[in-house]
C-alpha cells in the first residue's frame, strides 16, 4: 500500500483542525507588500518572492498564513474564534550565487490552526492539539517563552532607546548580542563638524538634527553593568527538560524580580499541559527558542523537530502572538495562538498513520 501523498496528508492533518472547531478559509496567494514591509521592515525582502502590480502596487508571494488570517479576523471576526488553512507558500530558503548540493523547497504546502481567545487555556490547547495530530511521528518537541525574554530585557537599567533597541532586535542574535556588546561599554566620543555645506539628502534637516542629538545623547550612557549582561547571558542559555528548565528560571527570577510573573505564568501552563496528559519530561525548554521563529510571536512558542535531522527545518511550529493582532486590528487586539505543520515533512517521514 503506498503511503499518502503530500496533499492527501494535509488534508488529514486539516480535517483534525476542523474537529477542533476550526472553520476553514482561504486567504490570497498574492498579498500587499506594504503591510509586510511594515511588521518586519526590509529584511522580509531577503526572504519573500516581490514583484509590481499596475494596479495594487507592491506585492509579495504569501510567506506565511498568519498575517492574513490575522486581517480577516480583526476586520469581522467574532469572538473566540478558531480558523485552519492548507495551502502553499512562497520563501527565499538558500542564499548565494549557486546552488546547495541540498537545496530547501522554496515553495511547500504549509496546514495551519489559528486560535483567537481570552483563555488563560488557549497556549496548552494549541500545543496539545499539535502534540496529538504528530504523536505517531515520535518528534521532539520543544518550548520556549519570549515574555521571559523581554520582561528581562525591559528590566534592564538602560535608558528607554536603549532598551528599545534591543528589544527591536531580539529576534536577531547577532546583532542583538553586539548591541549589548556596545552598551556594556564605555561610549565612544562622537564629533559631528559643522562643514558649512547645505543640508541634502532623503532626510529633512530637523530629522538628522534630532538624529544627532540622539547620538550625543547616547555617549553620556553610563555602561551595562556586567553582572546585568551575565544574569542575561544565563537566562538566555536555559536549555532543559521542561521541570528541570522551570526550576533553573524560578531561581533566577530570584536575581531578575522582573521576570517571576512570566516564570509562574509558564509553570501554569505547563500543569495544563500536564493535566492533559502531556509528560512535561519529553518537552524540551529552549529560552531562546523564540528568537528563531517569525518576529511576531511575543509569547511561548512551540516546534516539532525530527531528532537527527538538523538538516530539515522543524515539521511544526507556532506560538502566542498578542502584540501582531493590536498592530493589524487598528485599535482592537485580542489574545491570539496558533502554529503551522508541513505536510511535506510529515510524508518525508512516512505519513500520520
Known amino acids: 500500500m503506498s503511503k499518502p501523498g503530500k496533499q492527501a496528508i494535509g488534508q488529514q492533518i486539516l480535517a483534525a483542525f476542523r474537529a477542533a472547531g476550526a472553520v ?98 488557549a497556549d496548552a490547547e494549541v500545543f496539545a492539539l499539535f502534540h496529538g495530530i504528530l504523536a505517531p511521528l515520535r518528534l521532539q518537541a520543544t518550548m520556549g517563552d519570549m515574555d521571559l525574554l523581554m520582561d528581562a530585557v525591559r528590566a534592564l537599567p538602560l535608558s528607554g532607546a536603549r532598551r528599545a533597541a534591543l528589544l527591536h532586535h531580539i529576534w536577531r542574535p547577532g546583532r542583538f548580542s553586539r548591541l549589548l556588546d556596545r552598551f556594556s561599554a564605555v561610549a565612544a566620543p562622537r564629533i559631528f563638524e559643522d562643514p558649512g555645506a547645505p543640508w541634502t539628502g532623503l532626510r529633512s534637516p530637523d530629522e538628522m538634527q534630532a538624529r544627532i542629538a540622539r547620538l550625543q545623547a547616547d555617549r553620556a550612557e553610563p555602561p551595562l553593568p556586567a553582572e546585568s549582561v551575565a544574569r542575561l547571558q544565563r537566562l538566555f542559555a536555559v536549555q532543559a527538560p521542561a521541570p528541570q528548565a522551570l526550576a533553573e528560571l524560578r531561581q533566577l527570577a530570584g536575581e531578575i524580580p522582573d521576570i517571576a510573573d512570566a516564570v509562574e505564568r509558564l509553570a501554569a501552563s505547563l500543569s495544563r499541559l500536564a493535566a492533559r496528559g502531556i509528560d512535561l519530561a519529553t518537552i524540551r525548554f529552549d529560552a531562546s527558542h523564540g528568537r528563531h521563529t517569525m518576529e511576531y510571536y511575543d509569547g511561548m512558542t512551540f516546534s516539532f523537530a525530527t531528532p537527527g535531522r538538523a538538516d530539515w527545518p522543524p515539521v511544526a511550529t507556532g506560538g502566542r502572538y498578542d502584540a501582531l493582532t493590536a498592530v493589524l486590528g487598528q485599535g482592537r487586539s485580542i489574545p491570539a495562538v496558533g502554529g503551522v505543520i508541513r505536510p511535506g515533512l510529515v510524508h518525508e517521514l512516512g505519513g500520520l498513520s
Open 24 to 121: 476553514e478559509v482561504a486567504p490570497d496567494i498574492l498579498l500587499p507588500a506594504e503591510t509586510l514591509l511594515d511588521l518586519y521592515g526590509e529584511d522580509i525582502r531577503a526572504r519573500a518572492y516581490v514583484t509590481q502590480d499596475p494596479i495594487r502596487g507592491e506585492v509579495m508571494l504569501r510567506p506565511d498564513f498568519t498575517v492574513p488570517v490575522v486581517q480577516m479576523h480583526m476586520e469581522n471576526g467574532a469572538e473566540p474564534a478558531r480558523y485552519c488553512y492548507l495551502g502553499e507558500v512562497f520563501r527565499k530558503q538558500d542564499h548565494g550565487d549557486t546552488q546547495p548540493a541540498q537545496p530547501r523547497d522554496n515553495e511547500y504546502l504549509q496546514a495551519g490552526f489559528e486560535l483567537f481567545a481570552r483563555d488563560a487555556d
